[in-house]
């Protein structure tokens, strides 16, 4: 039987030359019940089996990766975005607020079962004055019989509905093709662009604007005029030591109405959203209150996109300074966030701009890490010696060959080691493998990813 990675190892190996791309979202609203959730974990399940796993993250399904064929996007199940107990309509209207303002194409579903509702027609009408590229579905349409039931949903005035079926699977494929048709053109980062795009994240008060401003501050920061160019985002470009950064906005900061307030998982989406777009990612922590859980969740999503990071201990004026209290704050991180072992930490005041000069460095260094590229021969030197520190495992009797490896993609750097049998690589080996990488080039900042897969 094929490992679950096995499928995304032959799309890593054929997208080896495409420039990184900013992917589409798609947001699917609708009533409860509707089914929203299972075709939500339809689209995106193997991944979420693969990413749920990060110790010590929750995950909240609201937001994950999918794929279409060749194309990536992000899914949105607005289902997950709960807003006290109000009634019903005023949900509706939140989530489809939601949707309208992030998503690119919105998946609208409806029942087929239970026909057209009032909130049907309510959330139609919010959708329809958006402007948005609505797709709508009817779910529930388990057999071929119950087909005629898609035919009163045309008067929704979104076109022809899409029949399918969350629990059989049916009728997906045709769903996605004409959710991708609507996917925008969407700018293409420039692989010669050596401009450094981070991003600030952390919970609220921990001090991101702040520390804009603070880095922004600095002497010999060239802030330029040119305001920002990306559509609802404000990004901010400057030059220190003749390197280009933009910083981009992560938006809690920017409020928009009692929603994006009140709803800590918009905030999230909002984080979502800057992550994506960025090099290297500034999780914040505030040394004035101490780790909290909410923290591991922002910091695991940094990880789970695949971005360079560095640990950003703010308010560092408020602890009494000594080499033996900053060692045992980071031993702190360091268990709390054993997933992000690779990322520097660098312990700074925004307020008093005390050690602010320590951290574009480490953004530099993790972001050239992040892109970085080793030549085969000498990653394959590398292999071979740490097969002759470390023999590989034998398993029932079958001992894992390694032949070769190779690096296949950048951002983040990742790996493809040809092997006789996948299954016999066991996670420890794997690890084993990822620090002598680490040791011999240096990965600091950025995760790396291998994939053992069988030499055809
Ligand atoms: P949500 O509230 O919109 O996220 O809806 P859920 O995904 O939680 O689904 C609500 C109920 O509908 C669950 O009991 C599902 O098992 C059921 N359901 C979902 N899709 C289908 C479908 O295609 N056919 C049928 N018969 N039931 C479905
Ligand atoms: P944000 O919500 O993450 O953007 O946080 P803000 O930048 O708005 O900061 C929240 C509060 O923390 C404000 O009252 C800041 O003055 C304060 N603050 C930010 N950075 C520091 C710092 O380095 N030291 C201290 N003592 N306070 C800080």
């Given amino acids: 039987e094929p490992s679950v990675l096995h499928g995304m190892i032959e799309v890593i190996v054929e997208r080896k030359d495409e420039p990184f791309m900013r992917k589409s979202i798609v947001a699917i609203v609708g009533r409860p019940n509707v089914g929203k959730s299972t075709i939500f974990n339809r689209l995106v399940g193997e991944r979420i089996s693969i990413v749920e796993d990060?110790?010590?993250?929750?995950?909240?399904?609201?937001?994950?990766?999918?794929?279409?064929?060749?194309?990536?996007?992000?899914?949105?199940?607005?289902?997950g975005i709960e807003i006290g107990d109000e009634p019903l309509l005023v949900q509706m209207r939140e989530q489809a607020e939601v949707a309208i303002n992030e998503a690119d194409v919105i998946i609208f579903m409806v029942n087929g079962r239970e026909g057209m509702t009032a909130a049907d027609e309510e959330v139609a009408k919010l959708l329809f004055k958006s402007n948005k590229p609505v797709v709508l579905a009817v779910n529930k349409v388990d057999n071929p019989e119950m087909r005629d039931q898609i035919y009163e949903f045309y008067s929704l005035g979104f076109g022809e509905p899409f029949p399918i079926s969350g629990t059989h699977g049916l009728g997906l494929g045709d769903l996605l093709d004409e959710v991708v048709k609507h996917f925008p053109e969407l700018e293409q980062a420039d692989e010669d662009d050596l401009t450094i795009h981070f991003s600030l994240i952390g919970r609220p008060n921990v001090g991101k604007s702040s520390l804009v401003n603070a880095l922004l501050n600095q002497e010999r920061v060239i802030v330029s005029d040119i305001a920002g160019t990306t559509r609802d985002a404000v990004d901010t470009p400057f030059t220190k030591d003749g390197r280009d950064y933009v910083i981009i906005d992560t938006a809690g900061m920017r409020k928009r109405g009692k929603i994006y307030e009140t709803t800590e998982k918009y905030s999230i989406l909002r984080a979502l959203k800057a992550i994506e777009r960025s090099d290297v990612v500034l999780t914040l922590i505030d040394a004035e209150t101490g780790i909290i859980e909410q923290d591991k969740k922002i910091a695991g999503y940094a990880h789970e996109a695949g971005k360079a990071v560095v640990i950003v201990v703010n308010k560092w004026d408020t602890v009494e300074k000594s080499e033996k209290a900053m060692k045992e704050f980071e031993d702190q991180i360091r268990a709390h966030f054993q997933f992000l072992d690779y990322a520097p930490i660098v312990f700074l005041s925004a307020k008093t701009k005390k050690r602010i000069h320590t951290l574009l460095p480490r953004v530099l260094e993790a972001s050239e890490?992040?892109?970085?590229?080793?030549?085969?021969?000498?990653l394959n030197d590398v292999i071979m010696d740490a097969l002759a520190m470390n023999p590989t495992p034998t398993v029932k009797g079958q001992r894992l060959k390694i032949l070769y490896a190779t690096q296949v993609a950048v951002k983040p750097p990742s790996f493809v080691v040809f092997v006789n049998d996948p299954e016999l690589m066991h996670f420890s080996y794997e690890r084993f493998l990822e620090n002598r990488i680490r040791e011999a080039f240096g990965f600091e900042g950025t995760p790396i990813k291998i994939f053992a897969r069988r030499r055809k």
């Avoid at 890490?369 to 000498?378: D, G, I, L, S, W």
């Fill in 369 to 378: 890490n992040h892109a970085k590229r080793v030549e085969t021969n000498v």
């Fill in 54 to 79: 990060i110790p010590g993250v929750t995950r909240d399904r609201i937001y994950s990766q999918a794929e279409w064929l060749t194309t990536n996007f992000n899914l949105i199940d607005t289902g």
